[in-house]
């Protein structure tokens, strides 16, 4: 072999591999590398680790004679069997750690980015002309003009650009779902049998260690299934997830969502179609305009930027720490041990996570991230966890999500303002509250919320801060307000690290 083309296990539909295109020599081999020291290297989720060798494996057996699949412990190892000294071009990498790994082999020839609907320039572009603040919002309506999405006369379908409101209903009174057409899910076959049995004996053989539990596969892992994983969605769901998309039912986890984050990160779909079809059904008057706006805000709206941010701000983005957050996850969360707390929101999320490593984007930013700024965990740490516990966690994913929207670790460079809450957003948005010991409106006591009082502790620690942003100034001169702000800091440090 004298030519060869290297496709990540994110690189998996066919965008990624039709010769001739995008700057792969139509004569190339395919070589995909199976690399164990990637799971030594973190404690990931064992449905993760599923997943994505089940998306690798599955992808190899449609490719056939085209691909040379190689098992290794390292890349570099996997590279040199699979093509020795010959020239290789790739896809930019979706991680920083990568993308220095193939810099660094001459061999290699990186081609642009796929996967993603605007372009490293045209996102660079735009963020020259926005130096007062790379705020979403902007983006989101450069790229609805640019890709012409839901778009009527230039001008935004509707009105509007923004349907947020009219998409922060909580669930209905009384309902333990919201009765909506169930998700695709897959079948396993032969190949999610092999990669099971690979991780037990990983597992048993002490060369790596998982966390959460597997089985049976819950997302898609190759390009039918993604398919009809977005045709349930858009013929069935998507009409209902609009209103509800914020709220939280502890016996419908899924609710109206898509559930296809996971397959557009491992490229088993494109953000083109996704967006596209959704747009097709409101256009056919299939799906109201809240639903599809809401839909197309998250894919080509908060994925882009997320995706652009993370390579514009550079490797020491990382290090933000604007809250001096330093304090070590503790050892139940690391587990996740849902069965060690209390709190039943809480409970319930982690255990969300520990049996399908998913949960979807207010469980994940209002349940788990808030509970963390409220505590004063390391946001790198955190960002960690998030990679390692979720089936659709990446770097570039979660970086910017954790230390940026949810941990306000950046000091604003991405949000107005940290995102946390008491006890009354979570009990007004779900119905989680109810059954559980602790009560949304008290502070301190017996059966004080630990988010209710966790929310003020971190007002009152952050302070000095606070008190100069638009957005928190008002909630920071609550704390002069409260009669029992030193029984609930006492509480706070007694707290400590234990499961509430």
Not at 61 to 68: I, N
Not at 208 to 236: I, T
Request: proline share 6%; hydrophobic share 40%.
């Amino acid at each position: 072999m004298t030519r060869a083309h290297w496709l990540f296990g994110d690189q998996l539909g066919p965008a990624f591999t039709a010769p001739g295109s995008g700057g792969i020599p139509r004569d190339a081999r395919l070589v995909m590398i199976e690399s164990q020291a990637v799971f030594r290297r973190r404690r990931y989720h064992r449905a993760k680790a599923h997943l994505v060798l089940s998306a690798m494996r599955h992808r190899a057996a449609e490719l056939g004679d085209r691909v040379v699949y190689v098992k290794a412990d390292t890349y570099r190892e996997g590279l040199r069997r699979a093509v020795g000294g010959a020239p290789v071009t790739v896809y930019h990498p979706t991680s920083r750690a990568a993308a220095a790994l193939v810099a660094s082999l001459p061999q290699v020839t990186v081609l642009p980015a796929r996967g993603f609907l605007v372009g490293r320039e045209e996102f660079a572009a735009w963020a020259a002309g926005h130096s007062g603040g790379l705020r979403l919002e902007n983006f989101y309506r450069h790229v609805r003009r640019e890709h012409d999405l839901l778009m009527e006369g230039g001008e935004p379908a509707g009105g509007r650009w923004n349907l947020d409101h009219d998409n922060r209903e909580p669930p209905p009174r009384a309902a333990r779902t919201l009765g909506s057409p169930a998700p695709y899910r897959p079948r396993e076959d032969d190949i999610d049998v092999g990669v099971r049995e690979d991780l037990d004996r990983w597992e048993r053989d002490g060369d790596v260690s998982f966390v959460g539990r597997d089985g049976p596969r819950l997302f898609p892992a190759d390009r039918r299934e993604a398919l009809a994983a977005l045709r349930r969605f858009v013929d069935h769901r998507l009409a209902g997830f609009g209103a509800h998309e914020d709220a939280m039912l502890a016996a419908d986890p899924v609710l109206s969502h898509s559930l296809l984050s996971s397959s557009l990160n491992l490229g088993l779909l494109d953000p083109a179609e996704c967006v596209e079809r959704a747009e097709a059904a409101w256009r056919a008057g299939a799906a109201p305009l809240n639903s599809v706006e809401g839909f197309v805000r998250q894919i080509a709206g908060w994925r882009e930027y997320v995706w652009h941010l993370y390579w514009h701000f550079g490797e020491e983005y990382r290090a933000s720490n604007v809250l001096g957050h330093t304090a070590a996850l503790p050892a139940w969360w690391l587990s996740l041990d849902a069965d060690a707390v209390s709190a039943r929101c809480l409970s319930t999320v982690l255990r969300q996570v520990r049996d399908t490593g998913w949960t979807h984007h207010i469980p994940r930013l209002m349940v788990l991230g808030g509970y963390a700024l409220q505590r004063g965990w390391d946001p790198a740490a955190l960002t960690d966890w998030f990679h390692r516990s979720f089936v659709d966690g990446y770097d570039w994913v979660m970086l910017p999500n954790v230390v940026g929207m949810s941990q306000y670790a950046d000091g604003g460079r991405m949000t107005t303002k940290p995102y946390t809450s008491g006890g009354a957003y979570i009990d007004r948005m779900s119905d989680l509250c109810g059954p559980c010991r602790y009560r949304p409106g008290s502070r301190s006591g017996a059966d004080a919320c630990p988010y209710t009082a966790g929310y003020w502790a971190f007002l009152h620690r952050h302070r000095a801060l606070l008190e100069r942003g638009a957005r928190t100034a008002g909630p920071v001169r609550g704390l002069d307000r409260l009669g029992d702000l030193p029984e609930l800091l006492r509480q706070e440090r007694d707290r400590g690290d234990s499961a509430p």
